[in-house]
C-alpha cells in the first residue's frame, strides 16, 4: 500500500546531489555565490518520512545545516540524535517547543508536521523568534495563511513555503524561457499531479489532519506550475470533483479537475487525483513554441523537452537546493524565487476557489478581491 511519501521515493531513484556550480545559469543566477561565512542552522519539526527525506538532502548542502529536531514521539528523538548528530539540547517535543525562543544554536524551524497542524505550529516557531519554512500546503485555507504572515511579520521572522520546484533546474529554465520571451505569448498551459493512494488508514485521507485530499497534497503543484507556467495571477475558477471510491475516500476529495482563467485570456486546464498513477505533467504553448516537463513535479529525475530539443537540465535532489537557496536569500540577500507565505497564500486563495466552485456545482468562482 503506497502512500504519497511511497510513489514519489520509487520514482526518485537514482537522483544524486548536484554541486550549485554545475547548475545552468538560470539557477545559478539565483544562489551563485561564496559559502557564508556561517551556516543557516535548521531545526525540523515533525519527523515523518518527509523530514527524513530533507534531513538526507541537507547532508550535501554548503550553507545549510540540521542541528535541531521537533516531535511528540521520544524514540524518534532519540533516533535522529544519533542519526544526525543532534545534541539533546536542541531536540524539543510539541509541549517545549516554545523554549526554543532561548536556543541561539538554531536560526530556523521547517515545519513538515500533517498539513492541518501548520497553522498553530507556524504560530508558535514565529512565536519563539525564529524564521520559519512550512511544507506545502502552507495551511487549511487562506484566511489561516493571512494569520501565519501576519504572526511572522509581526515577530520580525522570515517565512518561507517548501515550494522545492522553484529550485529545481527544469523548472527555472522553463520560467527563464518565459520571461525571456521564447516561447512567444502563452497561448494555453495544461498541468496534472496525482497518484493512487494506498493505505486507507493514512493521514492524507483524514480531514481533521489533511485538510483536503489530492488538491491540497498534490493538487498544490499542478496550481503552482500553472501561475509560473503564465507568470499571472488566475482571474476566475472553475472546478469539477469525482470519487471512484466514496468509502476510502469519505472525508477528503479524490480526483478533482479545475481550470484557471487568467488576465491575458490564457485558461489552464489541470487535475490531480489520490486514485491512479502516471499522472504527472506540465505543458505550456506559446505563439512560438512549447515547454513539456514530464514528470513535472515528483522528486525526479525530471525530464523536459521544448521546440528545441531536449532540456538537458541536471538530475539534482530539490531539497539539497531548496534549502541551501534559502539559507543563500537569508544569510547573502539574494533574490527569492517566489518562495514566501505570500506566494502561498496566492495559492491557497485558488484552492479555496476550487473548493467553493466543487461546492456550487462547478459554478465560475470570480477572485478578484479574494
Known amino acids: 500500500m503506497d502512500t504519497r511519501r511511497d510513489f514519489l521515493q520509487k520514482i526518485s531513484l537514482g537522483i544524486g546531489a548536484t554541486a550549485l556550480t554545475d547548475l545552468p545559469a538560470s539557477a545559478r543566477e539565483l544562489y551563485a555565490g561564496p559559502k557564508a561565512d556561517k551556516q543557516l542552522r535548521v531545526a525540523l519539526m515533525g519527523l515523518g518520512g518527509y523530514a527524513g527525506r530533507v534531513a538526507d538532502a541537507m547532508k550535501d548542502c554548503k550553507m545549510a545545516t540540521l542541528v535541531g529536531a521537533v516531535s ?28 526554543i525562543k532561548d536556543n541561539p544554536d538554531i536560526d530556523i524551524v521547517y515545519v513538515t508536521t500533517p498539513n492541518s497542524l501548520h497553522h498553530k505550529h507556524v504560530l508558535q516557531i514565529a512565536a519563539a523568534g525564529k524564521h520559519v519554512i512550512c511544507e506545502k500546503p502552507v495551511a487549511d485555507n487562506a484566511q489561516q495563511t493571512r494569520e501565519m504572515i501576519a504572526a511572522c511579520k509581526k515577530a520580525g521572522v522570515k517565512f518561507y513555503i517548501g515550494y522545492r520546484m522553484h529550485f529545481e533546474p527544469h523548472t527555472r ?53 500553472a501561475r509560473y507556467a503564465t507568470g499571472e495571477e488566475p482571474v476566475w ?9 466514496p468509502v476510502k475516500f469519505k472525508e477528503v476529495d479524490e480526483t478533482i479537475m479545475f481550470q484557471l482563467g487568467f488576465p491575458s485570456g490564457i485558461v489552464a486546464s489541470c487535475g490531480t487525483t489520490y486514485a491512479f498513477n502516471n499522472y504527472e505533467r506540465l505543458y505550456v504553448i506559446g505563439e512560438k513554441g512549447f515547454v513539456e516537463i514530464s514528470p513535472a513535479f515528483g522528486y525526479g529525475p525530471i525530464k523536459g523537452r521544448s521546440h528545441l530539443g531536449p532540456m538537458n537540465q ?10 541551501d537557496g534559502i539559507a543563500d536569500i537569508i544569510l547573502n540577500n539574494k533574490p527569492d524565487p517566489n518562495v514566501t507565505g505570500e506566494e502561498g497564500l496566492k495559492d491557497m486563495i485558488v484552492v479555496d476557489a476550487v473548493y467553493e466552485s466543487i461546492r456550487k456545482g462547478g459554478a465560475k468562482i470570480m477572485l478578484a478581491g479574494k
Open 314 to 323: 541536471p538530475v539534482v535532489t530539490h531539497q539539497t537546493l531548496q534549502m
Open 173 to 225: 529554465e522553463l520560467i527563464r524561457m518565459r520571461e525571456a520571451g521564447e516561447l512567444g505569448k502563452i497561448m494555453h498551459v495544461n498541468n496534472y499531479m496525482g497518484f493512487k493512494s494506498g493505505d486507507p488508514n493514512q493521514w492524507r485521507l483524514k480531514k481533521a489532519l489533511a485538510g483536503g485530499g489530492a488538491m491540497m497534497d498534490v493538487g498544490i503543484y499542478a496550481l503552482n506550475g
Open 237 to 245: 475558477v472553475t472546478a469539477q470533483e469525482t470519487k471512484t471510491d
Open 72 to 99: 511528540g514521539t521520544p524514540a524518534k528523538l532519540e533516533t535522529w540524535k544519533q542519526k544526525y548528530n543532534i545534541p539533546e539540547k536542541n531536540t524539543y517535543n510539541y509541549e517545549t517547543v516554545s523554549k
